[in-house]
């Protein structure tokens, strides 16, 4: 029997000027300090100011790792040679608001060990604050990542809103340790792969593709070690291409995502791009992703089980994130990136961020129990801001929002939402606690 962990929903004190102040709308409360980010300080100072979300790890989602002696002459990434022999105090997942509707970047850091996938929108776009994505995007990475060298990065599919932001990355980034990616044949992330993906091989990347790694072929594997005690684990979905130059294996390449699972001490996070069912595609072949993913791998418990926090697939789309990958998963925390969509989108009588990505059908999923140990919480960037969360690996996750670049606008059928650039209303809600949640879908 699955345990069933109760916890007192996020509660959160915003900030008038340097006084905290109460919020007294929920059971509990959390005093958050104003102070600077600590970034390189220890594990207290870089959760200071950030809010107790109330999740604590069990285990149920730890992944047992190996030990081995190390050996620089074994390949690198396995137990043996992991990719940076270091230690750290906790692990930090980043999550970069974006200046358009989808979108996702995603940074990790757990000490010297860094780990980019994805980099979101083109690099030319521009928040509502007026900041340029590529300067945002560059000065984040060069704060996270002083030493200019990052360890993994990682890109799961070749369309434009997760390879987008490359030039941000390439301005910042000196060298990189390792690279994995999709692994195929398309036109689209072409430019990807001649100015990120070749130039950095070029200086003395190592290079997978995602189906030589679930295979074990041309020197790829299964577990990537980064340290000693952080890894990822890579998942078959029955979707990746053999064969480089034959393209995608179908036409809708969110389909063919690649997919994981990162292991830090007992933390879990789950991850797969734009993953979907789509079996009929949109006007040309689809495929059945999630429930491929889950037939492929349910059979290997040790790896694939209950994970502590996914990241949402493809924006939260009406066709992920099912049920059956759920209750697989069972996450206590879920992250989703999707840019605020434009106030001109229209869907069941809403429009703006109250229609498009996230869809309804994807959020009740996650926040319907059903046959999972809890109903998880849920964070949104374009509510939320960027977005870091923080956990040592054994006991608590902690998170903290960011001050809006991006206005939005929208309207549900009894409400209207507008949030101007700059807002901190959100800052440490969760859905089910936000005012988007509220007016948009009566959370």
């Excluded at 054994?394 to 206005?407: F, N």
């Amino acid at each position: 029997m699955k345990k069933i962990l109760s916890f007192a929903l996020l509660a959160v004190i915003l900030l008038v000027s340097c006084e905290p102040a109460t919020d007294t709308s929920s059971e509990t409360s959390t005093i958050i300090v104003n102070s600077e980010d600590v970034i390189d300080g220890t594990y207290e100072q870089r959760i200071s100011n950030m809010a107790d979300t109330g999740i604590t790890i069990d285990e149920l989602d730890r992944t047992d790792r190996e030990t081995a002696a190390y050996d620089v002459s074994a390949p690198l990434g396995s137990v043996s040679h992991p990719i940076t022999n270091t230690s750290s105090e906790y692990l930090e997942i980043l999550t970069f608001e974006q200046p358009a509707q989808y979108g996702d970047a995603y940074l990790f850091r757990a000490g010297d060990a860094t780990i980019a996938m994805d980099f979101g929108h083109p690099s030319s776009y521009v928040y509502s604050d007026s900041t340029r994505y590529y300067n945002y995007l560059k000065s984040t990475y060069e704060k996270y990542i002083d030493d200019g060298h990052l360890d993994l990065l990682i890109l799961t599919h070749p369309h434009g809103d997760h390879y987008g932001g490359y030039s941000a990355l390439k301005e910042a980034i000196d060298s990189v340790g390792m690279i994995v990616d999709y692994g195929y044949y398309s036109g689209g992330g072409e430019n990807y792969r001649h100015s990120i993906r070749d130039y950095y091989v070029s200086q003395g990347s190592e290079y997978h593709r995602i189906y030589d790694n679930v295979h074990e072929i041309n020197g790829g594997q299964k577990r990537t070690y980064l340290t000693p005690e952080l890894f990822i684990d890579w998942l078959d979905t029955g979707y990746y291409t053999e064969v480089y130059n034959d393209g995608p294996m179908v036409d809708d390449i969110n389909v063919t995502s690649l997919v994981g699972i990162l292991a830090y001490r007992n933390f879990t996070f789950f991850f797969s791009g734009d993953l979907q069912d789509n079996p009929s595609g949109y006007g040309g072949t689809g495929g059945i992703g999630e429930t491929n993913l889950v037939s492929l791998n349910s059979a290997d418990s040790e790896v694939f089980h209950e994970v502590t926090m996914m990241k949402a697939a493809h924006h939260a789309s009406s066709k992920a994130n099912n049920d059956i990958l759920l209750n697989v998963l069972e996450p206590k925390l879920v992250t989703i990136s999707a840019g605020a969509p434009s106030p001109e989108t229209t869907s069941n009588g809403k429009t703006g961020v109250c229609a498009g990505h996230p869809h309804i059908q994807a959020l009740l999923r996650f926040l319907t129990k059903g046959a999972k140990r809890v109903a998880p919480l849920v964070y949104l960037n374009f509510i939320n801001g960027t977005t870091s969360f923080v956990t040592d690996g054994l006991g608590k996750i902690y998170m903290k929002g960011s001050p809006l670049k991006m206005s939005y606008y929208g309207t549900s059928q009894d409400d209207v939402i507008s949030q101007s650039y700059g807002s901190i209303t959100d800052i440490f809600h969760d859905i089910r606690n936000s005012e988007w949640g509220r007016v948009c879908h009566s959370l």
